[in-house]
């Protein structure tokens, strides 16, 4: 199982992401996906989450602003995020588990003026 992230960089406040996350070595259709983050001196925490029929989750706190999709022809996830604030400047990880847990290498976003 890989798991790879992409799409993280440099955002000035308000401004707007899109983290993607390929996976292989699985039956991508058949998995729920999930981002977590981390930033500094925090522990890690769901993001949001889709089920494998497209039943999407979110931290109450990105709920309107975050959104997750997934296109299971390209077996990538996908991570939209809108209005971004300095506390959104974290490693985005994407996840998977399939009995054990899978994570991908993170990507870091930084939203800075």
């Known amino acids: 199982v890989q798991l790879v992230e992409s799409g993280g960089g440099l955002v000035q406040p308000g401004g707007s992401l899109r983290l993607s996350c390929a996976a292989s070595g699985i039956a991508f259709r058949f998995a729920s996906m999930d981002w977590h983050r981390q930033a500094p001196g925090k522990q890690r925490e769901l993001v949001a989450a889709?089920?494998?029929?497209?039943?999407?989750n979110y931290a109450d706190s990105l709920k309107g602003r975050f959104t997750i999709s997934r296109d299971n022809a390209k077996n990538t996830v996908y991570l939209e995020m809108n209005r971004l604030t300095p506390e959104d400047t974290a490693v985005y990880y994407c996840?998977?588990?399939?009995?054990?847990?899978?994570w991908g290498q993170g990507t870091q976003v930084t939203v800075s003026s």
């Open positions: 996840h998977l588990n399939l009995g054990s847990d899978y």
């Open positions: 889709i089920t494998r029929t497209g039943t999407t």
